[in-house]
DNA sequence: GCATTAATGTTAAAATTATAACATTCGGTG
DNA sequence: CACCGAATGTTATAATTTTAACATTAATGC
């Protein structure tokens, strides 16, 4: 019943996977409908494609994802990162060489960045390689190798060495898990080598957190708490109680 | 003059880095003004943020770019590229490894991509990266490095090696220019020792360029015309009127 | 302080996009 | 072939976005 309209949403999508838009006008023409039908295609099925202001686009794409017009409960999440990443912004210094972690934690940070008149970024993630990538002013060095959808970012054999051949200055890392006994954790085992090694790597270490992570404990283990200098974190009585030191007041 | 025009789109910008979409609206918010004076702030002064359908989105960011509303020029130039990709899928067998190149002449291939049930793709493009990995059933390994963005993409030393290692089955090289004498060349140095390794290593090597590059020498040279195994383009006429041997019909 | 100019706000009109309702076409079936 | 229903087209209307014109406010120099 929807095979031809699956088929016209598959080559609109080809259309737009090489990154892009397509007025809704050039998508009916393209698929010799009218532009109802594009639109009622968009509706009934689902698809990565989204429309914005007539134009197609490819929500998967960074950049498309609306940032302040989110549901309640994840522009509070936005929130609290943004707030986050505006303390940790206090610790960067002209010149420094980042390690950023990968995940949605140390995002906001970058955007802070353009302040700045030289900086490196050393980092494994490609959606802060794509953030980063568009500053005239810091330097990009991504540690590439297979690509891991669920967390966006790469692994290989070598990261850890080719981590530790880099002068990282500090080391700016998140993770889904902080416990004051079990250590702390994230959910994906190619992310531990490249943290562990810059954590090994760096003058100075900063463990970046929200407190919805305290006491939680995530599958792949990758460093103590006291492996950092510092933590920053948005709520600092709930992360006393949990035991957990907090050397930065914010 | 622009004083306050400029820290307005500056902090707009800042709240778009990080990725995402910003209505008109809530940017005249943030700021504290009107959406209109936003809107005067966005047409007076060069910005890359762009305004679609009343939503702001940083134009920088891949997938925003409008494909088929180009200048004329531009979409005859896509077109071009398009059909040169449909004719380079061709080649393309069920679980491959391909070597991409970087440029623009190869994006429109990847959204070819998802009519394979596997495949892996090796790159040292942030823009094939971008496109690949929202590519479920193909496999990415995007080799890493400082990060040019004259041409988006990386160059590291060990690249090569790191090439040399991978089992790739068919490289796809775009280049800038290509003449019957002074052989295949292109704009970076650093681009040159990922395309050696590539046509060294590979068990096939392509070469993907439209007739504009015909006769056309550029800085960079790394190859030698009888380095490739095929040219694919859209003007044989062109070609061997430039003496290219063409090995495939089209 | 007043005049002048730039910056911003307000409003109305035009253009575009979204939605809904109804008309038409197309593919199959008895 | 007449009938049915799904798919698509058409049209009118509502909502939104864009543009332009004019009003207001703020900033600056004399």
Request: net charge negative.
């Given at each position: 019943m929807s095979d031809r309209s699956t088929r016209r949403l598959a080559s609109l999508q080809e259309a737009l996977t090489s990154g892009g838009t397509l007025h809704l006008r050039e998508a009916a023409e393209l698929c010799g409908v009218s532009e109802m039908t594009i639109r009622r295609d968009l509706t009934t099925h689902p698809s990565p494609i989204s429309l914005l202001g007539g134009r197609l686009v490819?929500?998967?794409?960074?950049?498309?994802?609306p940032v302040y017009d989110l549901t309640e409960q994840e522009a509070n999440h936005y929130q609290v990162k943004h707030r986050l990443c505006q303390h940790v912004a206090r610790f960067i210094e002209e010149g420094d060489t980042l390690f950023i972690d990968c995940g949605?934690?140390?995002?906001?940070?970058?955007?802070?960045?353009?302040?700045?008149?030289e900086l490196t970024v050393v980092t494994y993630a490609l959606n802060v390689a794509n953030a980063v990538a568009?500053?005239?002013n810091v330097r990009l060095v991504l540690l590439g190798g297979l690509f891991y959808a669920s967390s966006q970012s790469f692994g290989s054999d070598d990261m850890g060495a080719a981590i530790e051949r880099l002068g990282i200055n500090k080391a700016l890392i998140s993770a889904a898990g902080v416990d004051c006994e079990r250590g702390v954790s994230c959910f994906?085992?190619?992310?531990v080598a490249p943290k562990q090694a810059a954590i090994a790597t760096a003058m100075q270490r900063i463990l970046v957190v929200d407190a919805s992570k305290f006491g939680v404990v995530r599958p792949a283990y990758f460093a103590?708490?006291?492996?950092?200098?510092r933590v920053v974190t948005d709520d600092e009585q709930a992360a006393s109680r949990e035991g957990i030191a907090v050397s930065t007041v914010i």
């Amino acid at each position: 019943m929807s095979d031809r309209s699956t088929r016209r949403l598959a080559s609109l999508q080809e259309a737009l996977t090489s990154g892009g838009t397509l007025h809704l006008r050039e998508a009916a023409e393209l698929c010799g409908v009218s532009e109802m039908t594009i639109r009622r295609d968009l509706t009934t099925h689902p698809s990565p494609i989204s429309l914005l202001g007539g134009r197609l686009v490819m929500a998967s794409y960074p950049g498309v994802t609306p940032v302040y017009d989110l549901t309640e409960q994840e522009a509070n999440h936005y929130q609290v990162k943004h707030r986050l990443c505006q303390h940790v912004a206090r610790f960067i210094e002209e010149g420094d060489t980042l390690f950023i972690d990968c995940g949605s934690t140390l995002i906001p940070l970058l955007s802070q960045l353009i302040h700045f008149r030289e900086l490196t970024v050393v980092t494994y993630a490609l959606n802060v390689a794509n953030a980063v990538a568009g500053l005239a002013n810091v330097r990009l060095v991504l540690l590439g190798g297979l690509f891991y959808a669920s967390s966006q970012s790469f692994g290989s054999d070598d990261m850890g060495a080719a981590i530790e051949r880099l002068g990282i200055n500090k080391a700016l890392i998140s993770a889904a898990g902080v416990d004051c006994e079990r250590g702390v954790s994230c959910f994906h085992f190619h992310e531990v080598a490249p943290k562990q090694a810059a954590i090994a790597t760096a003058m100075q270490r900063i463990l970046v957190v929200d407190a919805s992570k305290f006491g939680v404990v995530r599958p792949a283990y990758f460093a103590s708490l006291s492996d950092f200098d510092r933590v920053v974190t948005d709520d600092e009585q709930a992360a006393s109680r949990e035991g957990i030191a907090v050397s930065t007041v914010i």
